[in-house]
Each structure stands twice: as C-alpha cells, then as structure tokens.
C-alpha cells in the first residue's frame, strides 16, 4: 500500500485532540527549522487518570500551552506519570518541570535517562575537549566544530534539569493505562529509543522511530566512536515491518499515518542511496568524514545542521565499514575512509547489502 497520512489538521499548542480511542494529541512548538513536535496524552478515562507522552522543550510557550492542558481538559483527572520516549531535548526538556508540577515519576529506559545525564552535564566523554579531539581526527572545519559545540550548549538550554530519578521501562514491558501499552525500543538515533503499542487498538506510538517525511537523524557519537548506530537503526526500523497496514503510526514529528511497512521500505531505499553515494565517491580513494559532509547535502546548511550532517555522514560511512565495504585508517592526527575501484552494478550491491544485512533482510553470506 501507499503511505496513508491522515487528514486531520494538528491541534493549536495548548489544546488536545482525541486521535485514537485513549490517546490525546498535542502539538508543541520548536524554536527549529523543525518547527514541531507530537507529544501524547494517554488516557485512562474509566479511572479518570492520565500519563504524558514526550514533553517539548523547555521553553516559556510549551509551559503555558501544558498549563493550558493541565488546568483546562485534563483538570479533575490524576496524573500518573511522565513517560519519555528519549533523551532529545523536544522529548525530555520539560521532563523536571512535569514531575514536579504534577507530582509524579520519570518513566524512560535507563539508556536514554542516563545518555541525557551525560549531554546535560557536559561529563566525559560528552565535553567539550572529547568532543574536540574527536571530530578534528575527523577533518571537522572550524565551522563544524563551532557547530558541535553550538548544539551541546543548546541542548543545555532545551534541558536545563532532569529529573533526580526515574521508574525505568524497557522492551518487553508492558505499561497498563486502561489500554495496555507494550513498549519495545530501538538503538540508532538515540541509544535505547521507546515505542508503544496498543494491539487491541492497533496504535503504534513510534515517537522519533518512524517519521512520516523526513529521515530520523542517526549520528556517531563520542561514548562509542567506533559505533554503527545506522546498522542500529535499520535493525530497529526492520521490527516495525511486523506492525501491518492496518496500524496507525503516531509520530513525534509530521502527521499520523498508515503504511508502517511502506515507510521502512522508503527509509531502506534512502540509506542505500547515500550509502551507494559515499562508495561512488570513495571509489579508489581515501577521505574524511568531513570531505564527505557535501556527497550527502549538497544545499548551504544552518549551524545547527551542520553539525547533525557530520555525525550523519559518519554514520553512513561506519556501517559501509562494518561491512567490510570500506576501510577506515586510523593515526594519531586523522581518521579516513575508503575503498577500492568499484564500478556502479558493485556499488549498487554493496549498497543494498550493507543495508540489508543490518536489517537481517538478506543472507549474510554469497
Ligand atoms: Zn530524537
């Protein structure tokens, strides 16, 4: 099937919109080129009490739209929890506010609760000199690593606390809120991603998992230098390929849809694109991940998506590496990539397999 979005128009910031039986849909601003984000209310109504699902940043407009919310259509039922999907700052920035105001627990995986510690307290390996040393080995330019810097201080501001502690979710669980809400999770864009699922409604809450139009950022990291968190994330996109046509998917960003499926085979097919393109351009030759930035966005970027286009870059050539597609030579000055001569039919293959083989869609051997 095609992707099937709905046509509803999203709510106004500080107003709620039934969109499946016990789920509330609420519409944050971002002060981004991403100017949005969805966050959820689920809704006990028997027992007249509700959790949060992703909070937006924390930002003077969000409070007053939650407030809104809090005082207006949710007054007279009992908070219970502020569940987190990850540790984004449009997720988890209000999170401290929340569970203060609403006197009530974290509910997140310890993966993203204690990532999001680590970003917010600027710890090793998330400060500032880690940080530097590690993208300059990349051939970072002065610009791409005032990007990088720029971006940790943001999340700062998005996040200013956490909450002191948290009740930890985890795959496998299952979070009772009149509905029953199963919660998987999934590595790549962010170390151990939450998703919900309601299969007696058939919702599937895929928070920045699965997006509608857009691909979710997947970048390299300091904690795990040597990760393929690309590999990751196709691994965690090919376990939505169980949810069938009949699954509304509600997204963190863009519009809810049908066509779970249909989506992850767009997403595969726009990775094994770039992937094709970075082997096209290492063909024969050895380069930087920042050489690379401009085989994969070739427009002008913002400071801000600088620095998500280099750990995206990265990611892309990691999983070719991890793959035995490219070699990656490591001194004390620089790392590069590269590979040798190959002409197109090869490179389309290669593509295809190192996408495949992380999604566990092909044999890993021929
Ligand atoms: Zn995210």
């Given at each position: 099937?095609?992707?099937?979005?709905?046509?509803?128009?999203?709510?106004?910031?500080?107003?709620a919109?039934?969109?499946a039986?016990?789920?509330?849909?609420?519409?944050?601003?971002?002060?981004?080129?991403?100017?949005?984000?969805?966050?959820?209310?689920?809704r006990?109504?028997?027992?007249?009490?509700?959790?949060?699902?992703?909070?937006?940043?924390?930002?003077?407009?969000?409070?007053?739209?939650?407030?809104?919310l809090?005082?207006?259509?949710?007054?007279?039922?009992?908070?219970?929890?502020?569940?987190?999907?990850?540790?984004?700052?449009d997720?988890?920035?209000?999170?401290?506010?929340?569970?203060?105001?609403?006197?009530?627990?974290?509910?997140?995986?310890?993966?993203?609760y204690?990532?999001?510690?680590?970003?917010?307290?600027?710890?090793?390996?998330?400060?500032?000199?880690?940080?530097?040393?590690?993208?300059?080995?990349?051939?970072?330019?002065?610009?791409?690593?005032?990007?990088?810097?720029g971006?940790?201080?943001?999340?700062?501001?998005?996040?200013?606390?956490?909450?002191?502690?948290?009740?930890r979710i985890?795959?496998g669980?299952?979070?009772?809120?009149?509905?029953?809400?199963?919660?998987?999770?999934?590595?790549g864009?962010?170390?151990?991603?939450?998703?919900?699922?309601?299969?007696?409604?058939?919702?599937?809450?895929s928070?920045?998992?699965?997006?509608?139009?857009?691909?979710?950022?997947?970048?390299?990291?300091?904690?795990?230098?040597?990760g393929?968190?690309?590999?990751?994330?196709?691994?965690?996109?090919?376990?939505?390929?169980?949810?069938?046509?009949?699954?509304?998917v509600?997204?963190?960003?863009?519009?809810?849809?049908?066509?779970?499926?249909?989506?992850?085979?767009?997403?595969?097919?726009?990775?094994?694109?770039?992937?094709?393109?970075?082997?096209?351009?290492?063909?024969?030759?050895?380069?930087?991940?920042?050489?690379?930035?401009?085989?994969?966005?070739?427009?002008?970027?913002?400071?801000?998506e600088?620095?998500?286009?280099?750990?995206?870059?990265?990611?892309?050539?990691?999983?070719?590496?991890?793959?035995?597609?490219?070699?990656?030579?490591?001194?004390p000055?620089?790392?590069?990539?590269?590979?040798?001569?190959?002409?197109?039919?090869?490179?389309?293959?290669?593509?295809r397999?190192?996408?495949?083989?992380?999604a566990?869609?092909?044999?890993?051997?021929?």
């Open positions: 099937m095609s992707l099937e979005v709905l046509d509803r128009e999203p709510p106004a910031p500080g107003s919109l039934e969109i039986p016990g789920v509330l849909w609420v519409r944050m601003p971002l002060p981004l080129a991403l100017d949005h984000v969805n966050l959820w209310i689920l006990d109504e028997e027992k007249k009490r509700y959790a949060l699902l992703d909070t937006g940043m924390d930002t003077g407009p969000t409070r007053d739209a939650w407030s809104t809090i005082e207006g259509p949710l007054a007279g039922e009992r908070a219970v929890a502020v569940i987190v999907s990850h540790l984004h700052p997720h988890v920035g209000l999170a401290h506010w929340l569970c203060d105001r609403l006197g009530v627990p974290l509910r997140m995986t310890l993966a993203e204690l990532g999001a510690c680590l970003i917010q307290g600027r710890s090793p390996p998330a400060d500032a000199a880690t940080l530097g040393r590690f993208y300059t080995r990349h051939g970072a330019t002065e610009r791409e690593l005032a990007s990088f810097e971006r940790a201080r943001f999340y700062i501001r998005a996040v200013p606390r956490l909450p002191a502690s948290l009740r985890e795959a669980k299952v979070i009772p809120l009149g509905l029953d809400w199963q919660v998987g999770t999934g590595a864009h962010s170390p151990e991603h939450a998703f919900f699922h309601c299969p007696e409604t058939s919702v599937l809450i928070g920045d998992l699965l997006l509608p139009t857009i691909s979710s950022n997947v970048s390299v990291f300091t904690l795990e230098p040597e393929d968190p690309l590999g990751d994330f196709l691994a965690a996109l090919a376990r939505f390929l169980a949810f069938g046509d009949d699954t509304l509600l997204p963190a960003h863009g519009r809810p849809f049908r066509g779970a499926r249909t989506r992850v085979g767009e997403l595969f097919a726009h990775h094994e694109e770039r992937l094709a393109r970075l082997l096209a351009a290492l063909s024969g030759s050895f380069a930087t991940a920042s050489d690379m930035v401009p085989v994969l966005f070739e427009r002008e970027l913002s400071d801000h600088r620095a998500f286009a280099f750990g995206e870059t990265l990611a892309h050539l990691h999983r070719l590496w991890q793959a035995g597609f490219l070699e990656r030579r490591e001194d000055e620089r790392i590069t990539f590269g590979g040798r001569r190959t002409g197109p039919d090869e490179i389309r293959h290669a593509a397999r190192a996408v495949g083989i992380a566990g869609i092909v044999p890993d051997q021929e």
